[in-house]
T-cell receptor
């Protein structure tokens, strides 16, 4: 079975703290993604990665960075958390092929910044 | 980037009724996926369609990919309370995925 695992389901952090969200996939997928999901705004792409040590900005990268040191692991970093980063964060992965591609999601990480 | 328009946005129906959700775009996709998401959980894949005109069935759910690979529909027959959730469509273009805004379905017992 396809598996994308997010290390933390629920986090509460203080404004200004550094936050790490970890994601691991066991499908040997080339592509990995971080989204945030907010009511009324749908899914918005923060960053994605096509390969180890590669990263590309998505639609809303400000305030975030990412790290992909190994193929199976993609980390999202909030350098200095702010209250407007309170959200549901979703990690996802897909194969690096151009046709018939499917994206698989983790269970989500609920982050509250107080 | 919002390339996919999903409708309706909200749907509340009685148990046993049929319904159809639409996912439309002016862009061509190499594949299209449908997901169901429950509150507090990540989206769970229901189906992937790849070929124009393709129809796939998953129990009471029927998925169709448009002939031109620009749109898709999800039809649920005899809806049950367990079908309640947020339904999302996603289209693949190259290595990128584009998501609809979702249809929130409530099935009333």
């Amino acid at each position: 079975d396809v598996k994308v695992t997010q290390s933390s389901r629920y986090l509460v952090k203080r404004t200004g703290e550094k936050v790490f969200l970890e994601c691991v996939q066991d499908m040997d997928h080339e592509n990995m993604f971080w989204y945030r999901q907010d009511p009324g705004l749908g899914l918005r792409l923060i960053y994605f990665s096509y390969d180890v040590k590669m990263k590309e900005k998505g639609d809303i990268p400000e305030g975030y960075s990412v790290s992909r040191e190994k193929k199976e692991r993609f980390s999202l970093i909030l350098e200095s958390a702010s209250t407007n980063q309170t959200s549901m964060y979703l990690c996802a992965s897909s194969r690096g092929r151009l046709s018939g591609n499917t994206i698989y999601f983790g269970e989500g990480s609920w982050l509250t910044v107080v | 980037t919002q390339l996919l328009e999903q409708s309706p946005q909200f749907l509340s129906i009685q148990e046993g009724e049929n319904l159809t959700v639409y996912c439309n775009s002016s862009s061509v996709f190499s594949s299209l996926q449908w997901y169901r998401q429950e509150p507090g959980e990540g989206p769970v894949l229901l189906v992937t369609v790849v070929t124009g005109g393709e129809v796939k069935k998953l129990k009471r759910l029927t998925f169709q990919f448009g002939d031109a690979r620009k749109d898709s529909s999800l039809h649920i027959t005899a809806a049950q309370p367990g079908d309640t959730g947020l339904y999302l469509c996603a289209g693949a273009k190259g290595n990128q995925f584009y998501f609809g805004t979702g249809t929130s379905l409530t099935v009333i017992p």
